[in-house]
C-alpha cells in the first residue's frame, strides 16, 4: 500500500506508548476536504465511513472553519458554573427537532448513555427500590463505560469486564413476545437503537417499537432510544424515530456523534416525566455543552435543515448502485439502510475488502466480520457515490476471483 504506509515514527510510537486496545489500519491521516481526506503522502480517499459518523459535513466545511475561528478567539470554556450564549439556543433547537421537552449536554455517545441510565435509575426509585431493571436488545451498542456496556447485548464487549450492572434483559430485536415477557413492574427503562448500527445496521419494525412505547407506559418506565449513531440527519429526518408514521416519541433520546461534526459533544434530550428524575446536583460534567461545541451544533443544525431531503435522495440513490453491484456478486447477500447509513451484507469476511479498498482510495468499515458499513458525510453527491462504487466494484471483482 504505497503513500497510505503510516510513518515509523508515528506508528512507533503509537505501538510504545499507547494502550494496545485500537487495531488501526496503515494510514496516517493529514488533512481533509469535502468527502475527501488525504494521508500524509498526499494520497486522496473518498470517506464513506467519516470518522464513524461524525463528520456529517465533511472536512473544512467552510462555514464551520469560520465559526470555530471566531470562537476560539472568544471563549473555549466557562465550565458549568456560568451560562454561555450558545448552550440555551441549542438545547432549543435540539428540543424542536425532537419533540422532548429537556436536554443535557455530554461529550460522548457512552457519556449520554450513562446519564439516561441514571434517569431511569432514579425515576424508578421513586416508585421503590426494586424498580431498577432495564431491557435491551441482543446485539445492541451503546458504549464502552460500565453503564452502557451493562446494556450492550453483545458478549465480546462485555466479558472481560463482569460482573457488570444487574437486573439486565436481553431480547431479540423485533421479538414482541419476548419483549412482553421481561417487561414489568420493576422496569426501569427499555433502551433500544432504531437502528443497530455496530450490530450491522439493522432496523427495527415499526410494531416492535409501538409495543414497547405501549409496555413502557402500562408499566411506568421510561422508554430510551440512542440515535447516537443512527439519528441527528443520517436517517433523512432528525431522528430515527421519526421514520415511523405516525412516529413514536421517547421518554428520553440520546445522541452524539454528527453533533458538532468532529468536537466532542453529546446530548440527552427528555421529556418532562423523565427529566423530573434529575434534580439539583444529581448530574454534571465539566466539559459538557461549551461554547465551542454548541456554537457549532447551532450552525450544523443551520446547515442540516436543508440537506435533509438530500440525504435520503443521496441514500436512495446509493443504494439502488449497490443493489446493482449485488446483481453482479453472489456474495452480496442483501443492502440496508436509511438515508446516508447503509450496509452490505456479504456471506464472506469483510476485512480484506476494506483494506483493499483503502489501497484503491476509498474509506468504509466492515462491522459484524460481514456487513461493509458506510456512513457518509451528508452532504455526499451522486457523482461521489458513483466514484465510490466504481472503486468498490473493482474491490469486489478481486474478492470474486480470489
Ligand atoms: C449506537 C451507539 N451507542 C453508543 C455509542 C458510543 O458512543 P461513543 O463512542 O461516542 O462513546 C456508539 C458508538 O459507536 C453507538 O454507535
Redesign the pocket.
Known amino acids: 500500500m504505497e503513500s497510505a504506509i503510516a510513518s515509523p515514527s508515528v506508528v512507533d510510537l503509537e505501538r510504545q506508548y499507547l494502550l494496545q486496545n485500537y487495531a488501526r489500519y496503515p494510514l496516517v491521516l493529514h488533512r481533509g476536504k469535502g468527502c475527501y481526506v488525504y494521508d500524509t503522502a498526499g494520497k486522496r480517499y473518498l470517506d464513506l465511513i467519516a470518522g464513524?459518523g461524525v463528520s456529517a459535513l465533511g472536512y473544512a466545511h467552510p462555514r464551520l472553519t469560520k465559526v470555530i475561528r471566531e470562537q476560539a478567539a472568544l471563549l473555549l470554556h466557562t465550565s458549568n458554573l456560568y451560562y454561555h450564549e450558545y448552550q440555551g439556543p441549542l438545547a432549543a433547537r435540539v428540543a424542536r427537532a425532537s419533540g422532548l421537552d429537556r436536554v443535557f449536554f455530554s461529550n460522548?455517545?457512552?457519556?449520554s448513555?450513562e446519564g439516561a441510565l441514571k434517569m431511569a435509575r432514579a425515576h424508578g426509585r421513586k416508585s421503590g427500590a426494586e424498580k431498577y431493571e432495564v431491557v435491551s436488545l441482543e446485539n445492541s451498542?451503546?458504549?464502552?463505560t460500565l453503564g452502557?456496556l451493562s446494556i450492550t447485548g453483545q458478549e465480546k464487549y462485555r466479558r472481560d469486564f463482569e460482573p457488570l450492572l444487574t437486573g439486565v434483559h436481553f431480547v431479540p430485536r423485533n421479538d414482541i413476545t419476548a419483549l412482553e415477557q421481561v417487561v414489568s413492574g420493576r422496569t426501569a427503562a427499555i433502551v433500544f437503537?432504531l437502528v443497530q448500527?455496530?450490530g450491522g445496521i439493522h432496523p427495527l419494525t415499526a410494531e416492535f417499537v409501538r409495543k414497547a412505547r405501549e409496555l413502557a407506559d402500562r408499566y411506568d418506565a421510561l422508554l430510551i432510544f440512542?440515535e447516537?449513531?443512527?439519528g441527528v440527519g443520517r436517517p433523512g429526518t432528525y431522528f430515527a424515530y421519526q421514520l415511523i408514521d405516525p412516529p413514536v416519541l421517547p421518554d428520553v433520546m440520546v445522541a452524539?456523534?454528527p453533533l458538532a461534526c468532529g468536537i466532542p459533544l453529546?446530548v440527552i434530550a427528555a421529556n418532562e416525566r423523565a427529566a423530573a428524575a434529575i434534580g439539583s446536583g444529581m448530574h454534571g460534567s465539566t466539559f459538557g455543552g461549551g461554547p465551542l461545541a454548541c456554537r457549532i451544533a447551532l450552525e450544523f443544525f443551520d446547515i442540516l435543515d436543508p440537506l435533509l431531503p438530500r440525504i435520503v435522495q443521496v441514500g436512495d440513490y446509493f443504494r439502488m448502485r449497490l443493489n446493482e453491484l449485488a446483481k453482479r456478486y453472489s456474495f452480496i447477500k442483501e443492502v440496508r439502510g436509511f438515508g446516508l447509513m447503509i450496509g452490505v451484507e456479504l456471506d464472506i469476511p469483510g476485512k480484506q475488502i476494506v483494506l483493499d479498498a483503502i489501497e484503491a482510495g476509498l474509506l468504509i468499515n466492515c462491522t459484524h466480520d460481514t456487513v461493509l458499513r458506510m456512513l457518509p458525510p451528508y452532504i455526499l453527491t451522486e457523482k461521489e457515490v458513483d466514484r465510490g462504487i466504481t472503486i468498490l466494484n473493482r474491490v469486489l471483482k478481486k474478492a470474486k476471483a480470489g
Not at 451498542?141 to 464502552?144: D, L, Q, V
Open positions: 464513524i460522548s455517545g457512552t457519556e448513555m451498542f451503546h458504549g464502552r452502557a437503537e448500527g455496530e440512542d447516537i449513531q443512527c452524539a456523534k453529546g
